[in-house]
Nanobody, 124 residues
Framework: QVQLVESGGGLVQAGGSLRLSCAAS????????MGWFRQAPGKEREFVAA????????YAADSVKGRFTISKDNAKNTVYLQMNSLKPEDTAVYYC?????????????????WGQGTQVTVSS
């Protein structure tokens, strides 16, 4: 069965950094585009960043551009989200999604599998 397990969340001060990891199993990881989404209380899940199946192209939401970087290591079946210069508004549960196509999507509905989420809390 497909499993996506996020890790690396926690509590950090504004301006700090975190690196989230999403370890995948049960799928042909190298054929899946991957994405990171986040959801704050009372809000819908929103796109953060995504990367093609090969890891060759990445795209990030305007709200995190220049601060967050997504990467994909197909040899380790892991996708990462490096988060720098964190802001309180980045506070959310961060979810890893797997998309059964090679190309990027910013839409929640286009992802086939999801991890359990990891909490990121940024204090001011």
């Amino acid at each position: 069965q497909v499993q996506l397990v996020e890790s690396g969340g926690g509590l950090v001060q504004a301006g700090g950094s975190l690196r989230l990891s999403c370890a995948a199993s049960g799928l042909f990881f190298s054929r899946f585009a991957m994405g990171w989404f986040r959801q704050a209380p009372g809000k819908e899940r929103e796109f953060v960043a995504a990367i093609t199946s090969s890891g060759g192209y990445a795209y990030a939401a305007d709200s995190v551009k220049g601060r967050f970087t997504i990467s994909k290591d197909n040899a380790k079946n892991t996708v990462y989200l490096q988060m720098n210069s964190l802001k309180p508004e980045d506070t959310a549960v961060y979810y890893c999604g797997a998309r059964g196509l090679a190309t990027i999507s910013v839409l929640v509905s286009e992802y086939d599998y999801w991890g359990q989420g990891t909490q990121v809390t940024v204090s001011s």
